[in-house]
């Protein structure tokens, strides 16, 4: 009989230990998913945290880069260089640079946007460059005895991908005398040219190549491109 009870007693402790145990490993697997839980929405909130910021950012380089775009276009093509017209410039131009700051750069890829700003500056001097020999070209067309003038709509398929891209390389084409973009159909563009040299000239697609060398387009790949992510190969390289 003491046997018995003393048996039943020892199982009865065994059955008590092991819902002890079960309760304790039950406490810990809750502990471990709450924490978990947790940290996963910590994580979550750190990373909205820096999307949000990187956004903050981005929209206010993007801001900048259409201001100084814009006021630079305001100065040289009103000449008039008093405070009130420069005031006026900076507003107006502020003003577009909030509203659309999302239009120039929308297809820029994430950290680009300073190269191709600097790009773009340094495209200028060539497209000015290119628009000064144009009008002595289309002055001699108009003055020659002979008018040694062709009339002729080109069209060409860009390979340029993005819309703001696009933009540039009409207008630089509009620009340019003797040249006049007539319209643009699911990338491919419909050209007026003045004469037959002229339309040569846009066919050999320098100014697409240089316009796809500003905003990094695929497809087009310049010793350039290599000098420019040179130093970061340098400095990945010390650090190995």
Known sequence: M?????????????????????QAVDIMNSAVRVTSETRTIEEKK????????????AILQNTVATFVILFGFWTVLSGIFDLFHLTLGVICSLIISILTHDLLFANVRVGDIKLTIIRFIRYLPWLIYQIFVSNFYVAYLV???????????????????????????????TLTPGTITIDIKDGEF??????????????????EDRVAHIFMEADHIYVQDVLDVAPIFGVLRKGI
């Open 2 to 22: 003491e046997v018995t009870l003393l048996i039943e007693a020892m199982d009865s402790s065994f059955r008590v230990l092991e819902d002890a145990k079960n």
């Open 46 to 57: 750190l990373v909205n945290i820096f999307k949000g910021a990187q956004s903050r950012r």
């Open 190 to 207: 419909y050209v007026h040219a003045l004469a037959k040299k002229v339309a040569d000239d846009l066919n050999t697609g320098e100014m």
């Open 143 to 173: 003055l020659s005895p002979k008018m040694p003038i062709s009339p002729q709509i080109i069209r060409f398929k860009t390979k340029l991908e993005s819309d703001i891209s696009w933009v540039v390389l009409a207008n630089s084409i």
